[in-house]
């Protein structure tokens, strides 16, 4: 079984600071990982992804995740937010054998001006 | 591309009723999923589909739920006999062929049960 924590529901920050919101998961096989975006009332959007290759990874909105193995993590950063990033943030994984995603609970990020 | 289209975008319903919802995917996508996403959670995986195969179920997908994609193209999803615990946002997902099939959402069905 795999498993994802979000471990921040919740995360205020300032307009123009930087941003990063944290995810650790669990699985037994190799996994690929994503993050999506949900907008009040909106389905999920995909802002990035970690299928194999460079650790690293971009993906819309300046939005940028690190891959680490060792640690399990996939940390989502920003450096610099805007008001519009306002949103519920999930992290997500899904092993190579199968089709489900598991999600996190999911990080409130909350903008301030 | 339209993306996936959800129909309705909400409904409210009187417990015990029937209720179905429908699922448009993006056009070229094979692989289509639905998800229960409940407040303040994260989507919950209840069924998939590979054409108009239904692959894999979850068990949160109890007797009162049953979903089709009868030509592999939309896909529907009806709750019979309703129950407050159903209320909850409906998410479908299509993706494409691949390993990775990186998985593309819709707006969402909210499901109010009174």
């Known amino acids: 079984a795999q498993s994802v924590t979000q471990l921040d529901s919740q995360v205020p920050v300032f307009e123009e600071a930087p941003v990063e919101l944290r995810c650790n998961y669990s699985s037994s096989v190799s996994v690929y990982l994503f993050w999506y975006v949900q907008y009040p009332n909106q389905g999920l959007q995909l802002l990035l992804k970690y299928l194999s290759g460079s650790t690293l990874v971009k993906g819309i909105n300046g939005f940028e995740a690190e891959f680490n193995k060792s640690q399990t993590s996939f940390h989502l950063r920003k450096p610099s937010v805007h008001i519009s990033d306002t949103a519920e943030y999930f992290c997500a994984v899904k092993n190579t054998g199968r089709r489900a995603l598991t999600f996190g609970s999911g990080t409130r990020l909350q903008v301030q001006p | 591309d339209t993306g996936v289209s959800q129909d309705p975008r909400h409904k409210i319903t009187k417990r015990g009723q029937n209720v179905t919802f429908r699922c448009d995917p993006i056009s070229e996508h094979n692989r289509l999923y639905w998800y229960r996403q409940t407040l303040g959670q994260g989507p919950e995986f209840l069924t998939y589909?590979?054409?108009?195969?239904?692959?894999?179920k979850s068990r949160l997908l109890s007797d009162r739920f049953s979903a089709e994609r009868p030509k592999g193209s939309f896909s529907t999803l009806e709750i019979q006999r309703t129950e407050q615990g159903d209320s909850a946002m409906y998410l479908c997902?299509?993706?494409?062929?691949?390993?990775?099939?990186?998985?593309?959402f819709g707006p969402g069905t909210r499901l109010t049960v009174l």
């Open positions: 589909f590979q054409n108009e195969a239904q692959l894999e």
């Open positions: 997902a299509s993706s494409g062929e691949g390993g990775a099939d990186t998985q593309y």
